[in-house]
């Protein structure tokens, strides 16, 4: 974990990059991605129980376009682990009076505590990407966000939070097949908004704005990382490993929970009274 890394999942690393969609190559089936998966959830775990250890906050950051998977590698990196020590946090959009605070002010109170891990979906790059674009905040607004982010990351960075920032890039003609499958499936018809039928519109746009964004905000302190998401399971694994890499080595003796015989049959529940189990 951490600085101890595992030679052959390396080697298998180097394997899967070798077919990214575009390249020729096929996407990854869904036997072998949760064949890979399964080690890097026991690492995440392990990565848990160190920030217990530790009392260490870790921060991820998950940006891209609409359809590049943001939720899906959030779901993956949460699947197994505690859900009171790692948080989701995707926000609404803010209400009258969170609009007349300072912009940060909201993702404050959303920042892990001792041992916590808090998956931004989406942030407060909202300003960068989405709100620039579709004109929801003006240009000396994007400007003074580009000029405070740095800063404030480099608060979080210097009060000993660790975080994480991805942005998840996917091209376009994806991004087409993406809205096509969520307009015809109505399992995922409630991710489609006006927003997305207006970023359909502002590809270019939104690239322009996530450019100025990362020459903005792309810090030694706090430095931007470009994953391919074109194939988002093998996106999913590309992140998680990531994540783990870029951690401290993160080992802590793991305490066995002993149980000792009950000393009887095991009981049935019984219940009195007209109420009975469905």
């Not at 995440?44 to 129980?49: C, F, G, I, K």
């Not at 960075?157 to 015809?184: C, H, I, M, N």
Request: hydrophobic share 40%; proline share 6%; net charge positive.
């Amino acid at each position: 974990m951490g600085k101890k890394k595992d030679k052959g999942a390396k080697e298998k690393s180097k394997a899967l990059a070798k077919d990214k969609p575009g390249d020729g190559g096929k996407e990854l089936s869904k036997a072998v991605y949760y064949e890979e998966l399964a080690p890097l959830e026991l690492q995440l775990n392990e990565v848990a129980r160190w920030l217990q250890h530790t009392g260490r906050r870790l921060l991820v950051i998950i940006e891209g376009r609409d359809t590049a998977g943001k939720g899906g590698v959030i779901a993956a990196i949460a699947r197994t682990l505690n859900p009171r020590q790692c948080r989701v946090v995707a926000l609404p959009k803010p209400s009258e009076r969170e609009r007349t605070q300072w912009y940060f002010q909201r993702y404050v109170e959303q920042l892990p505590a001792a041992g916590e891990i808090a998956l931004f979906d989406r942030s407060w790059y909202n300003r960068a990407g989405v709100e620039r674009v579709m004109g929801f905040c003006s240009e000396d607004e994007a400007q003074a966000f580009l000029r405070q982010a740095p800063v404030f990351e480099k608060l979080l960075v210097d009060d000993g939070l660790l975080l994480v920032k991805y942005w998840l890039t996917v091209d376009q003609a994806q991004q087409e097949e993406r809205f096509a499958e969520r307009r015809t499936d109505p399992l995922k018809r409630w991710k489609l908004s006006p927003i997305d039928l207006k970023a359909r519109e502002k590809y270019d746009a939104y690239t322009r704005a996530r450019e100025a964004m990362l020459q903005a905000t792309h810090t030694r302190h706090a430095p931007w990382v470009l994953v391919d998401f074109n194939d988002q399971r093998r996106g999913r694994l590309a992140l998680i490993r990531h994540l783990i890499e870029v951690l401290p080595e993160t080992a802590v003796p793991e305490s066995v929970v002993e149980f000792p015989p009950l000393g009887h049959a095991p009981a049935k529940e019984r219940f009195k009274g007209p109420l009975r189990p469905i």
